[in-house]
């Protein structure tokens, strides 16, 4: 029997590594999250803004999308705060994308360490999904 602890993402989870992230990738993940928000059409990964890695057979992405080339006044609008949220992505071996969680806004301190599906190992190798400014 399951207990809470197992259904949450393990704190350190041996094998994870960050990864390259191609377009076709980028174009998966962004598939994903417009299924569930259909409302934001043209959008795509913001540059520098996208992270991707395993850890064992389960692959995760992060990102932040920004509006691209079409988007509507209501895109524009939604994506001034959902867009400036980080996105939380995982894919089991052989299965689609699915969106598991959004950080908040303003963006939580915890960086992705604090967002429980994503492997704390993960989170480090990620670098806490900071970018330098």
């Not at 806004?105 to 704390?120: M, N, V």
């Amino acid at each position: 029997m399951a207990t809470t602890a197992t259904r949450q993402a393990p704190a350190s989870v041996p094998g994870c590594r960050n990864l390259a992230a191609g377009g076709e990738l980028k174009a998966a993940v962004t598939r994903a999250y417009q299924r569930g928000f259909p409302r934001f059409a043209h959008i795509a990964p913001a540059p520098g803004r996208f992270f991707y890695g395993q850890c064992g057979t389960v692959r995760y992405a992060a990102a932040q999308f920004q509006p691209t080339q079409g988007a509507t006044e209501g895109e524009l609008v939604g994506l001034q705060d959902e867009g400036s949220a980080m996105k939380y992505f995982r894919a089991s071996s052989g299965s689609d994308w699915s969106y598991v969680a959004t950080d908040g806004f303003p963006a939580s301190e915890g960086g992705c360490r604090a967002i429980p599906q994503i492997p704390r190992a993960l989170a480090t190798a990620w670098r806490n999904c900071r970018v330098a400014r």
